[in-house]
């Protein structure tokens, strides 16, 4: 028998998750993903097809056989699988209930019965709504839409089996990650996927009011290591804020994407300013981002293909 760690990744087959699996597979870890593939593309694990320590499931988190094999000796479940975007949310509040807060239920429940030795969950930065800045752990929660409550309704689902079950989990609240691999389809998404998809189709891009609110941008891969890192540590019972911990406006990230702009309204309820405290995780894990805005875009377009 290796020693070395078995994994099951929620959601793999999707943007976060799939970084999360290259990694897994570089460290020689076994992997196996779990993804229903509606959020998530087989093309994003492509490059591992013919890696024998891989297995792709294709199950959906709310349906799936609390006693399934897959659930059998894993070492450390990240559960990634959920699905994202606020407007939809707002329109189909069942479904996002059903899948990342009943979804989630499951899969503790199942990582109970298979006595999974670690649970780490992406959860969202949308709990703490429009929040001060920077924003730590311990900052109010306030979802201001169904996508963020149902996160948060997971996180803490979670930590209620933790409590009282002793599931052994921690929590990751991701700001705006970005990266290879971030969806660019779809009517909705996040600003990074939207402006590459207006960029390919040769379209000005639309930055809403004038572009002076900001984000803590945070790259795929240095993402996928704070999963990591927080399924290695002995801490547990934790939660961590993730982001570079230091802003960007979206004005400049237009420039550096080089493309012409077009104006939109900006919209309501929409905080001016994220912007990540992480001095908990770096402390306690020893985990920074090491990808710089400049270097995370540069790497971006010269995977896409024009
Ligand atoms: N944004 C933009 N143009 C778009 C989409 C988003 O200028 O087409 C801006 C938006 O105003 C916000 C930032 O990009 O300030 C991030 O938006 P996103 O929807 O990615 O995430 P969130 O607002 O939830 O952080």
């Not at 509606?38 to 490059?47: A, D, F, M, V």
């Not at 399934?68 to 949310?89: C, E, K, R, T």
């Not at 704070?226 to 960007?248: H, L, M, Q, W």
Request: proline letters at 6%.
């Amino acid at each position: 028998m290796s020693n070395q760690p078995v994994a099951l990744v929620t959601g793999g087959a999707g943007f976060i998750g799939s970084h999360i699996v290259d990694l897994l597979l570089e460290q020689g870890s076994q992997v196996r993903v779990l993804d229903n593939l509606t959020g998530g593309r087989l093309q994003n694990l492509e490059h591992h097809k013919a890696n024998p320590l891989l297995t792709f499931h294709n199950l959906d988190i709310t349906t799936v056989e609390l006693n399934h094999p897959i659930f059998g000796d894993v070492d450390w479940l990240f559960h990634m699988a959920g699905i994202g975007d606020i407007v939809p949310s707002i329109e189909r509040p069942l479904d996002y209930f059903h899948t990342n807060a009943f979804g989630t239920a499951r899969i503790a429940e199942a990582a109970r019965n298979a006595n999974v030795k670690r649970v780490v969950y992406a959860a969202s930065s949308s709990c703490y709504g429009i929040a001060a800045v920077p924003t730590n752990e311990l900052a109010p929660i306030d979802p201001q839409y169904p996508y963020a409550l149902t996160k948060y309704i997971g996180e803490q689902t979670l930590f209620h089996w933790h409590q009282v079950y002793g599931l052994p989990v921690n929590s990751i609240r991701i700001f705006n990650a970005y990266g290879p691999r971030s969806r660019t389809s779809g009517a909705y998404g996040a600003v990074f996927g939207v402006f590459l998809r207006q960029k390919l189709a040769g379209k000005p891009l639309t930055v809403v009011g004038d572009g002076m609110q900001s984000r803590d941008f945070v790259y795929a891969t240095d993402v996928a290591r704070a999963f990591v890192a927080a399924a290695v540590t002995d801490k547990v019972g934790e939660i961590y804020n993730i982001g570079c911990g230091s802003p960007r406006t979206i004005d400049d990230l237009t420039k550096m994407l080089a493309s012409e702009i077009v104006r939109i309204p900006e919209r309501p309820g929409e905080p001016k300013c994220t912007w990540a405290d992480i001095s908990k995780i770096t402390r306690e894990l020893g985990w920074k981002p090491v990808v710089t805005l400049e270097e995370g875009v540069k790497e971006l377009l010269q995977q896409i293909s024009y």
